[in-house]
């Protein structure tokens, strides 16, 4: 079996937004050799997400407006209990489970398997700072 | 290790709807001959999920109310900006968010490694034409 | 290729609890042998999670507080229809979808992979019986 594991880094100059992180996962999956696997990406911080679906910045505009709806922001220690701890970021931790922490995706015949429009996302919800996303392949 | 994958197809006549896929993907298992590993169960495509929860229809009425009261249809262009591109399904690609595009169950003694009443079921959210499931099942 | 499978009894005395996991899922991990490879953590109930979030409990209380109000708990029949079959979890179901079946870890150098406030949570959300969590670990 072989393994490949990489850290990914992004600093997102905005409190949310989505950056296409395909091509860099693509990389990794080629430096790992392996034909035939998986390829785990996850946020490895917990107000973010890792995420497949359309790059379409209309639809990444309706994800901030639904998200922001379900889960708005709110600095104040009103609505949210983890505000009250000197942190102001609960709602990126609400946001991030609706959209998700890590996507696992098939590798076969040394590609990612995937389907017609399928791209993956690093999705911010507390940003303007350095985070790290991770990529692990196994397989042979 | 052994891999073993395939594509399923869908054509649900509706545009959400939810269909037990729970026997093609035990048969994928039984094809693999792995004994104990992984088996990565995914929509190929964003405006559908995969998703692990009871066969009864009750229940399945209760998550299309639901996932309609969280994201509903609506093909004009006032509600999303995704249906300013001559799409529609900008409802689509929001509740397959929240039921997610992936399982990944474990494999033990060559089966489907499950709770009492965990099924895999194929979630369309826009349906009326053929969409592909993938099932990878990597181990020994 | 090794792979090790444990599974975790939960008994939550209380509706809706999360438990952090952390310590069984690493010692399951440790005992697996496995230096590099993917961790699977999943609830084997339909009205219950697993998930990766911050161990902070302002947090949880918003978790708690943010669910109710996505998905009240209601056993009458005439919210849900899963309620009319004799069950009253119906809103148990709903949360679980919200908050995820399964994360998937990396095992890197015989550790889980973890960001700087990674943890693992088993969510409950129809407690006060005993339920059970699976960890398989492959990987060589």
């Given at each position: 079996m072989k393994a490949h594991t990489e850290y990914l880094t992004f600093n997102v100059p905005a409190r949310m937004d989505f950056v296409n992180i395909t091509p860099q996962v693509e990389a990794a999956v080629r430096k790992s050799g392996v034909q035939d696997g998986l390829c785990l990406v996850n946020a490895m911080h917990i107000s973010a997400s890792v995420f497949i679906n359309d790059d379409e910045p209309g639809l990444h505009q309706d994800y901030k407006k639904w998200l922001e709806d379900l889960a708005p922001f709110d600095p104040?220690?009103?609505?949210?209990?983890?505000?009250?701890?000197?942190?102001?970021?609960a709602d990126a931790h609400l946001k991030r489970q609706v959209m998700g922490r890590e996507v696992v995706v098939a590798v076969t015949r040394g590609k990612?398997?995937?389907?017609?429009?399928e791209q993956i996302f690093y999705g911010?919800?507390?940003?303007?700072r350095a985070k790290r996303v991770l990529v692990k392949v196994i397989g042979e």
């Open positions: 104040s220690p009103q609505r949210y209990a983890h505000n009250r701890t000197g942190e102001d970021n990612l398997d995937f389907g017609p429009w911010e919800f507390d940003g303007n």
